[in-house]
């Protein structure tokens, strides 16, 4: 919190300032105003200040947020009302993504548990792997073997077990913090049976076991876009998202070994944000399929296991 609340007027004011939001109709423009107000950025699973203050709002509330707007009208306890008040506070102020602050995210219709010891969900493979990846894998069916590589949260493993219900999933990640995290997701979604998590620096604990499809959201962030990021990502582990100069370090990694971990028939899909043109720059050799999903293009590159 910031160090102002520490002052008894600042509460006095505070408390004069919110004694009149009554509804939840209320909290939601009053939280729109604070978090326009101290300039807040929206990178975490809402794309503008109007989507994070509901999310924001009925996620404290536990209203559903498909069905919303009954309840805009509603009135809120006393105890409801300091609560959001604390949270648009810390949203707004101090800049913890609304993610942390509820401990949920969202990709589709799948809910995750997050804190701050993983980065918040947000993948355009998530897309993809809830078409599994059509058109080009022709027969998703054979897929009896996934890798998420730099699981974090576990996300795009428990997806690729929905999307591919045959086959075994193997979410591997180096930090013990981010596999607490995803021991929890997986087990919300009770794929304990399917999802084996495994500590692991890129390939490095993998010994000789293959996949007929390896997927990676995998830290991309260059020393440039590091130094210049908002606040809200500094809550961020900066292990998932700083990969050296060029973004390309753990990229590199990957394309370098994926060949001797995939099958012959296999498939390799990576995450790289905004990085093509240095991909393409440092792999001139490499016949890169770039994948677009509805909300952009050319984030992914698909390569297939004989092109490695």
């Known amino acids: 919190m910031h160090e102002a609340e520490d002052d008894p007027m600042f509460e006095a004011h505070e408390h004069d300032e919110t004694e009149a939001l009554i509804t939840v109709r209320d909290w939601v423009r009053y939280a729109v105003t604070r978090l326009e107000s101290e300039e807040a950025f929206y990178g975490h699973g809402c ?25 805009l009208d509603a009135s ?26 509820l401990n949920e995210a969202w990709l589709g219709p799948f809910r995750f548990y997050v804190d701050e010891r993983v980065i918040v969900p947000r993948s355009f493979l998530a897309e993809l792997l809830e078409e599994r990846f059509s058109p080009w894998l022709e027969q998703p ?20 077990a929905y999307a591919f219900p045959q086959a075994e ?11 607490e995290v995803a021991r929890i997701n997986v087990e919300a979604y009770d794929l304990q049976d399917r999802v084996r998590l495994l500590r692991s620096d890129v390939f490095s604990a993998l010994g000789g076991e293959t996949f007929d499809l390896i997927v990676s959201n995998p830290p991309y962030v260059t020393a440039q876009v590091m130094a210049e990021l ?6 961020e582990p900066a292990l998932a998202l700083a990969a ?15 060949k001797r971990h995939l099958t012959p028939q296999g498939w390799l899909a990576v995450e790289v944000g905004h990085n093509r043109a240095l991909v393409e720059a440092a792999f001139p050799e490499l016949p890169f399929t770039w ?17 490695l």
């Open 141 to 160: 069916e054979r897929i009896q073997r996934v890798l998420d590589l730099c699981t974090g949260s576990g996300c795009l493993a428990i997806m690729a």
């Open 47 to 71: 794309e503008d200040v109007l989507d994070e203050a509901v999310w924001l709002v009925s996620g404290a509330l536990k209203l559903p947020r498909e069905r919303f707007e009954w309840f």
């Open 230 to 235: 908002p606040q809200e990502y500094r809550h």
């Open 244 to 258: 050296g100069e060029d973004g390309l370090d753990v990229v590199r990694r990957i394309l370098s070994e994926a």
């Open 76 to 101: 809120l306890t006393e105890s409801e009302r300091q609560r959001l008040a604390e949270l648009v506070e810390r949203r707004a102020v101090d800049k913890v993504p609304t993610a942390y602050l």
């Open 291 to 307: 994948l677009a999903t509805e909300t952009a293009e050319d984030k992914v590159f698909l390569l297939p296991a004989s092109a």
């Open 169 to 179: 999933i193997v979410a591997a990640d180096l930090s013990d913090e981010a596999l």
